[in-house]
């Protein structure tokens, strides 16, 4: 009897073995599969923070359109000064939204770049003419292929030199030509005395439509 | 002095073992060797270049008064310094001469069929490498902080976040949330990636490269059949092979030097600080293809699909790319052999695949072609029917030239001219 408790069964040894194995196993997988998913964590710190300060906000009912650069960058846009960019090229000025409340020009984020130009009224299409002022449309300039300033006139329509996307500023930026999957948005605007207001938002969302 | 590290180190048993292996010569085996030389300088001299450059969008103000982002400023800097505007200038022509030897070497092989087992793995870590050598040029684009290389990075940009689902979130890690002239996380982002990251995954490769061909054993050329059937035929790795490296290192420096002092790269002070402007900019040769691609696809090539948008952008700017590179990576499988590959074969004995690598290299030039279509006034249909017949009649064209000079020789079965050839 006693030899027999003494024993050891071989079956019984292997399946103990298998057993132990299979803690073992499960114990350092559990451990590497935790270690990886926490690491994973530090991951999450590769995307900033988004922080929304003033020049970073989009552009919104009551904004100013300034010059976004040259000499007269940050000033009052005004029609004598349309009227005077008609006859250079390109026949449009790069604007800013200037909110009037704290003077802050936002222009700190890339989708706040507008084109304002002023055209026939009697060759804007009803919609466009709808958003215009006496003529003077304003549209988001981020092209809606991949995202350049759309900066030339070319073949009496707005051109993107990057990949010759062209737009139709009478028709509601109509693509004519090119590889943009959309026309980008109006910006609806008033004249307040000399100035150019803005008078809702962009009509949608602006920038490459990827 | 010698015999004192000898004796510590076994020097000559290493001697044996590994310097006296015998390396084969010829004139196209050095194309992968001018890549590796590229890569060198490009170390030697971004070491140089990150010493005097400022990764920050600060604004600063010069002592002639100007107020400039520092990033530019220090580019400023740095071609102020004794010869800083040419070693600047020899990292930018180092890049492009890295990923055009890199292209040249990988066709080489190709044409040679040197990429046969047991050869794949080592043809799958080169394609690894030339995509890594691209990415690496494209993070250092932006680097100087003008608005060309913030034009073009940008665009780079949108292209990557129009890769479904993933490309939004990869971007924005990338480049450290969007791409901005303001952003002020973006050029420290671009900074690290570039000059810490992807050159150590490079070196990391370049040794894995090396290190399989050496224990793979270099192919033999086609001569090397002729003299001496069965044996390993080459000169020693040192003293020989060495001298020859080292005289072509030099010969390399010297003449890339004399180029980027000659012809100053990217002058950033004619391309000023970034403007809300987008200047007409043109990307480098190695992308100007799929620039090509990307102003023939109209605008009408759009759906959505579970929330991603599969617009114009992604099938120039993701979709042809990677069929390209997916494509690449399949050629070892599609042409398999059944005896281990010892010499390189001869492109006149294989029409079928020296007419399909001409016809890729025709793809390439005929896209590159569209690339300049605004410049040219070029018609959309008329680039279509060039991208996609000629290279296909080129590949034809080859074949029966081919054919007719060298005779019918015994065919080995090639994924050659049956793949469409704007897909492979």
């Given at each position: 009897?006693?030899?027999?408790?003494?024993?050891?069964?071989?079956?019984?040894?292997?399946?103990?073995?298998?057993?132990?194995r299979?803690?073992?196993?499960a114990?350092?997988?559990?451990?590497?599969?935790?270690?990886?998913?926490?690491?994973?964590?530090?991951?999450?710190?590769?995307?900033?923070?988004?922080?929304?300060?003033?020049?970073?906000?989009?552009?919104?009912?009551?904004?100013?359109?300034?010059?976004?650069?040259?000499?007269?960058?940050?000033?009052d846009?005004?029609?004598?000064?349309?009227?005077?960019?008609?006859?250079?090229?390109?026949?449009?000025?790069?604007?800013?939204?200037?909110?009037?409340?704290?003077?802050?020009?936002?222009?700190?984020?890339?989708?706040?770049?507008?084109?304002?130009?002023?055209?026939?009224?009697?060759?804007?299409?009803?919609?466009?003419?709808?958003?215009?002022?006496?003529?003077?449309v304003?549209y988001?300039?981020?092209?809606?292929?991949?995202?350049?300033?759309?900066?030339?006139?070319?073949?009496?329509?707005?051109?993107?030199?990057?990949h010759?996307?062209?737009?139709?500023?009478?028709?509601?930026?109509?693509?004519?030509?090119?590889?943009?999957?959309?026309?980008?948005?109006?910006?609806?605007?008033?004249?307040?005395?000399?100035?150019?207001?803005?008078?809702?938002?962009?009509?949608?969302?602006?920038?490459?439509d990827? | 002095?010698?015999?004192?590290?000898?004796?510590?180190?076994?020097?000559?048993?290493?001697?044996?073992?590994?310097?006296?292996?015998?390396?084969?010569?010829?004139?196209?085996?050095?194309?992968?060797?001018?890549?590796?030389?590229?890569?060198?300088?490009?170390?030697?001299?971004?070491?140089?270049?990150?010493?005097?450059?400022?990764?920050?969008?600060?604004?600063?103000?010069?002592?002639?008064?100007?107020?400039?982002?520092?990033?530019?400023?220090?580019?400023?800097?740095?071609?102020?310094l004794?010869?800083?505007?040419?070693?600047?200038?020899?990292?930018?022509?180092?890049?492009?001469?890295?990923?055009?030897?890199?292209?040249?070497?990988?066709?080489?092989?190709?044409?040679?069929?040197?990429?046969k087992?047991?050869?794949?793995?080592?043809?799958?870590?080169?394609?690894?490498?030339?995509?890594?050598?691209?990415?690496?040029?494209?993070?250092?684009?932006?680097?100087?902080?003008?608005?060309?290389?913030?034009?073009?990075?940008?665009?780079?940009?949108?292209?990557?976040a129009?890769?479904?689902?993933?490309?939004?979130?990869?971007?924005?890690?990338?480049?450290?949330?969007?791409?901005?002239?303001?952003?002020?996380?973006?050029?420290?982002?671009?900074?690290?990636?570039?000059?810490?990251?992807?050159?150590l995954?490079?070196?990391?490769?370049?040794?894995l490269h090396?290190?399989?061909?050496?224990k793979?054993?270099?192919?033999?050329?086609?001569?090397?059949?002729?003299?001496?059937?069965?044996k390993?035929?080459?000169?020693?790795?040192?003293?020989?092979?060495?001298?020859?490296?080292?005289?072509?290192?030099?010969?390399?420096?010297?003449?890339?030097?004399?180029?980027?002092?000659?012809f100053?790269?990217h002058?950033?002070?004619?391309?000023?600080?970034?403007?809300?402007?987008?200047?007409?900019?043109?990307?480098?040769?190695y992308?100007?293809?799929i620039?090509?691609?990307?102003?023939?696809?109209?605008s009408?090539?759009?759906f959505?699909?579970?929330?991603?948008?599969?617009?114009?952008?992604?099938?120039?700017?993701?979709?042809?790319?990677t069929?390209?590179?997916?494509?690449?990576?399949?050629?070892?499988?599609?042409?398999?052999?059944?005896h281990?590959?010892?010499?390189?074969?001869?492109?006149s004995?294989h029409?079928?695949r020296?007419?399909?690598?001409?016809?890729?290299?025709?793809?390439?030039?005929?896209?590159?072609?569209?690339?300049?279509?605004i410049?040219?006034?070029?018609?959309?249909?008329?680039?279509?029917?060039?991208?996609?017949?000629?290279?296909?009649?080129?590949?034809?064209?080859?074949?029966?030239?081919l054919?007719?000079?060298?005779?019918?020789?015994?065919?080995?079965?090639?994924?050659?001219?049956?793949?469409?050839?704007?897909?492979?």
């Open positions: 009897m006693e030899h027999t408790e003494h024993s050891i069964d071989p079956v019984k040894e292997q399946q103990e073995h298998i057993k132990r299979a803690v073992l196993q114990a350092i997988g559990v451990g590497v599969g935790l270690s990886v998913l926490s690491t994973l964590y530090v991951g999450v710190g590769f995307i900033p923070k988004v922080v929304v300060t003033p020049e970073k906000e989009p552009v919104k009912a009551g904004d100013v359109l300034v010059w976004a650069q040259g000499a007269k960058a940050g000033q846009i005004t029609p004598a000064d349309l009227q005077a960019a008609q006859k250079s090229d390109p026949p449009f000025i790069i604007a800013y939204p200037k909110n009037p409340e704290n003077n802050v020009v936002k222009n700190q984020s890339a989708t706040n770049t507008i084109m304002v130009m002023q055209l026939e009224p009697s060759s804007l299409s009803p919609e466009t003419a709808q958003h215009a002022a006496q003529g003077i304003a988001s300039a981020i092209c809606k292929h991949l995202g350049c300033t759309i900066s030339q006139w070319k073949n009496n329509e707005w051109h993107c030199p990057c010759g996307g062209e737009y139709d500023p009478r028709q509601g930026a109509k693509v004519v030509a090119g590889p943009p999957p959309g026309p980008v948005p109006q910006l609806p605007i008033k004249l307040e005395g000399n100035r150019i207001v803005a008078t809702a938002g962009f009509l949608f969302e602006p920038g490459a990827v | 002095m010698y015999k004192w590290l000898d004796e510590r180190l076994d020097l000559q048993r290493l001697n044996n073992k590994l310097f006296r292996k015998a390396f084969p010569v010829h004139h196209t085996f050095f194309l992968g060797e001018i890549t590796l030389f590229a890569f060198i300088v490009l170390v030697l001299t971004g070491i140089f270049l990150t010493l005097n450059y400022e990764p920050s969008i600060r604004e600063i103000t010069t002592p002639d008064g100007q107020k400039l982002p520092a990033a530019y400023a220090s580019i400023l800097y740095i071609d102020s004794p010869f800083g505007a040419v070693l600047r200038s020899l990292h930018h022509w180092s890049a492009h001469i890295m990923i055009a030897a890199a292209f040249l070497h990988m066709i080489r092989i190709h044409l040679s069929g040197a990429y087992k047991p050869r794949e793995l080592n043809w799958l870590v080169g394609i690894g490498l030339l995509v890594l050598a691209i990415v690496t040029a494209f993070t250092g684009y932006a680097l100087p902080f003008d608005n060309y290389a913030i034009t073009a990075t940008k665009i780079g940009y949108e292209i990557g129009a890769a479904p689902w993933v490309g939004g979130l990869l971007v924005n890690i990338l480049f450290a949330g969007e791409f901005s002239n303001t952003n002020t996380q973006m050029i420290p982002r671009l900074f690290s990636v570039h000059v810490l990251w992807l050159p995954t490079l070196i990391a490769l370049i040794g090396l290190l399989v061909m050496v793979q054993k270099h192919t033999q050329p086609k001569y090397a059949e002729r003299v001496s059937p069965g390993v035929l080459g000169v020693p790795a040192l003293p020989s092979q060495g001298v020859m490296a080292g005289i072509l290192l030099l010969v390399y420096v010297a003449v890339t030097t004399l180029i980027a002092g000659i100053l790269a002058p950033v002070q004619a391309y000023g600080p970034p403007t809300a402007n987008t200047p007409a900019v043109k990307p480098d040769w992308f100007l293809w620039y090509g691609i990307l102003q023939m696809i109209p009408s090539w759009k959505e699909l579970l929330g991603a948008t599969f617009g114009p952008q992604f099938w120039g700017g993701i979709l042809v790319p069929l390209v590179i997916l494509g690449a990576a399949a050629i070892p499988f599609i042409d398999t052999s059944r281990k590959q010892r010499y390189l074969e001869l492109p004995q029409p079928g020296t007419s399909f690598v001409i016809a890729i290299v025709m793809f390439y030039i005929m896209a590159t072609l569209a690339g300049y279509k410049d040219l006034e070029l018609p959309n249909a008329l680039l279509w029917v060039l991208v996609l017949f000629v290279p296909i009649l080129t590949g034809v064209v080859t074949y029966v030239v054919r007719a000079f060298y005779g019918k020789t015994p065919e080995e079965p090639v994924g050659g001219l049956q793949g469409s050839a704007a897909n492979d």
